[in-house]
């Protein structure tokens, strides 16, 4: 029999010398060496730290009204929604969160979805998809570029805050439908978008503006109703505010707000919304309980940006540089990435809590501690603040020595 007719032997798979993951040691070892290795460190429920790191920003995570509205919920409606917002996941109190946050906005409606993470997605994909355009703030936050992503539009994006670059992609398009989509008050420079510059290009080029209020709702503005609100764009047909339920509003989620026709074709075309469970009660019942605690006491907006601005000039009069912040967040820079994890560790070991920002969260150079003032801060911790703040500037710690 020829070789031809002898029947072919199976071909033996080659074995890897390596299991397929075993590039991620290799890629920790190199995010180690540029200073850029992240861990989880879990928070004690008692931990006497000053908390500069959080999100607290009115400190209402522990006030016994917002703590009896989570219970409240849990008990009368259980631990979880059941399902998902179409099929068991609506409860009455979701529809009255919807509506208070709505109300507090000056908006028209509103949708909540499961995290501020998901309503970004939600929104701009349902708003966006091929043959559209995005034009998206150079800073953006992490769910607005990937919402971008997602959505399949073509993306432009624009310098920060550069409302003549975002006018000139809009004159310049091809596209019938766009989106300009911006942050009001940013994660981590602390500052605020031209809100007001930005609309009227949205509306001499027939564009909807997308603005996420995660920093902004429950702190800018009159009564912290938000950036939008105090840029007078509140209501607007064309202005669609995203927000979270995670920061000044102390619990956890977030919702999308604007005219009744928007939110109904969310409700048909927010696959994140759609495709997921409901907000737990318990979230949705501490949420309204905080936005009740504000409308009692609409001053406390106004305290943490007066608490931010104490701790930016204080910085600044103590030679460190930090930015400007038009809410709760202000920045000390601090360049590479090693200075930074030192910073944070030189404040933590003297009781106090601070972000560490480094890239891709940053640009290269600008490592940096993030500080988040809250409402409730008492005169002894403000003293620790300015303290401990002065010891920093005094005795920059050394880059070589810090935990990742």
Request: charge should be negative; glycine fraction near 10%.
């Amino acid at each position: 029999m020829s070789t031809l007719d002898q029947p072919s032997q199976p071909s033996q798979p080659s074995q890897p010398s390596r299991h397929p993951l075993s590039w991620l040691s290799q890629r920790a070892d190199e995010r180690r060496a540029a200073g850029l290795r992240r861990i989880l460190v879990p928070r004690a429920a008692d931990s006497p730290l000053i908390d500069l790191a959080g999100n607290d920003y009115l400190g209402l995570t522990r006030h016994p009204e917002v703590v009896e509205g989570a219970v409240e919920a849990v008990r009368r409606w259980g631990t979880g929604s059941t399902g998902s917002r179409l099929v068991t996941g609506t409860t009455e109190l979701h529809a009255e969160l919807e509506a208070g946050l709505a109300a507090h906005a000056g908006m028209e409606a509103g949708l909540v979805f499961s995290s501020g993470y998901l309503a970004n997605l939600g929104v701009i994909t349902a708003l966006a998809g091929r043959g559209d355009l995005i034009v998206s703030d150079s800073l953006n936050h992490a769910s607005l570029i990937d919402a971008a992503r997602l959505s399949r539009a073509r993306v432009a994006i624009t310098p920060h805050s550069d409302a003549d670059a975002v006018a000139a992609a809009l004159a310049e398009r091809s596209e019938e439908r766009a989106l300009v989509v911006v942050e009001s008050l940013f994660s981590v420079d602390g500052d605020t978008a031209p809100l007001r510059k930005l609309h009227e290009a949205c509306r001499a080029h027939g564009a909807v503006l997308v603005v996420d209020e995660a920093h902004g709702f429950g702190v800018a503005g009159p009564e912290g109703r938000g950036a939008v609100f105090d840029a007078g764009l509140g209501g607007e047909p064309d202005v669609v505010v995203a927000a979270t339920l995670s920061k000044a509003l102390a619990s956890q989620g977030g919702v999308i707000l604007g005219s009744a026709e928007l939110i109904a074709h969310l409700v048909d075309a927010a696959r994140s919304m759609i495709f997921d469970t409901g907000l737990a009660p318990a979230s949705a019942g501490a949420a309204l309980a905080a936005l009740r605690v504000i409308e009692r006491d609409p001053g406390l907006p106004e305290l943490v940006r007066k608490r931010s601005w104490e701790i930016y000039e204080l910085a600044l009069a103590l030679g460190l540089e930090a930015t400007a912040p038009s809410g709760a967040v202000t920045s000390i820079i601090m360049g590479a990435p090693e200075a930074a994890v030192a910073a944070r560790d030189f404040c933590l070991e003297r009781g106090l809590h601070v972000g560490c920002f480094r890239p891709p969260s940053v640009p290269d150079g600008k490592s940096r501690l993030r500080v988040t003032a809250r409402a409730d801060l008492s005169d002894l911790e403000t003293d620790l603040i300015r303290s401990v703040l002065s010891d920093l500037a005094d005795n920059r710690p050394s880059a070589a020595a810090h935990r990742p």
